[in-house]
T-cell receptor, first 114, second 114 residues
Framework: AQSVTQLGSHVSVSEGALVLLRCNYSSSVPPYLFWYVQYPNQGLQLLLKYTSAATLVKGINGFEAEFKKSETSFHLTKPSAHMSDAAEYFCAVRNSGGYQKVTFGTGTKLQVIP | SQTIHQWPATLVQPVGSPLSLECTVEGTSNPNLYWYRQAAGRGLQLLFYSVGIGQISSEVPQNLSASRPQDRQFILSSKKLLLSDSGFYLC?????????????FGSGTQLSVL
């Protein structure tokens, strides 16, 4: 069964600094991978997704993620953090079954310090 | 365009009382529907999913049940709530029959069982 592990439940960065949120996946088949963002008291919205078309995936709000098969990783990055990036971020993997079951990581809360 | 409605936004219920959370999707047909629960520090846990009317799959044994009486309506229920049922409940949908489509989330229901 597919799974994802997010390293670090809380990450703090200074405004303007690099954002790096880590995600490692476990899958016996090529996975479909996603990053979602959740703002306080809201549902989740998709940041970006990897579907094997390109290893470097660009998403909304300046975020991007790189799929590295050798490292089984799909880390999320942004060159320069903005105060509005403060939120919780979830990595997710879609299974390869006949239905779309998506398994989420435990989430990483990003704090941006002015 | 498609929209997803989930209500109520917040709910405080006593232990042992019944529960009914409703979710409806507009602007699409035959969606896959999901109920997730988000507990602090535990990420999102898939509770139920449905690929069609009357078709419900349960991911974890628990005190809750789900029903899909209409194509775009998904209901989460309980006959007697437990303290451990407290959490943030999210309804989501995805395009039916597509393998890598993203999830669209509702705004969530914060349930407090006292």
């Amino acid at each position: 069964a597919q799974s994802v592990t997010q390293l670090g439940s809380h990450v703090s960065v200074s405004e303007g600094a690099l954002v790096l949120l880590r995600c490692n996946y476990s899958s016996s088949v090529p996975p479909y991978l996603f990053w979602y963002v959740q703002y306080p008291n809201q549902g989740l919205q998709l940041l970006l997704k990897y579907t094997s078309a390109a290893t470097l995936v660009k998403g909304i709000n300046g975020f991007e993620a790189e799929f590295k098969k050798s490292e089984t990783s799909f880390h999320l990055t942004k060159p320069s953090a903005h105060m509005s990036d403060a939120a919780e971020y979830f990595c997710a993997v879609r299974n390869s079954g006949g239905y779309q079951k998506v398994t989420f990581g435990t989430g990483t809360k990003l704090q941006v310090i002015p | 365009s498609q929209t997803i409605h989930q209500w109520p936004a917040t709910l405080v219920q006593p232990v042992g009382s019944p529960l009914s959370l409703e979710c409806t999707v507009e602007g699409t047909s035959n969606p896959n529907l999901y109920w997730y629960r988000q507990a602090a520090g535990r990420g999102l846990q898939l509770l139920f999913y449905s690929v069609g009317i009357g078709q419900i799959s349960s991911e974890v044994p628990q005190n809750l049940s789900a029903s899909r009486p209409q194509d775009r309506q998904f209901i989460l229920s309980s006959k007697k709530l437990l303290l451990s049922d407290s959490g943030f409940y999210l309804c989501a949908w995805s395009v039916g029959g597509r393998r890598n489509e993203k999830l669209f989330f509702g705004s969530g229901t914060q349930l407090s069982v006292l």
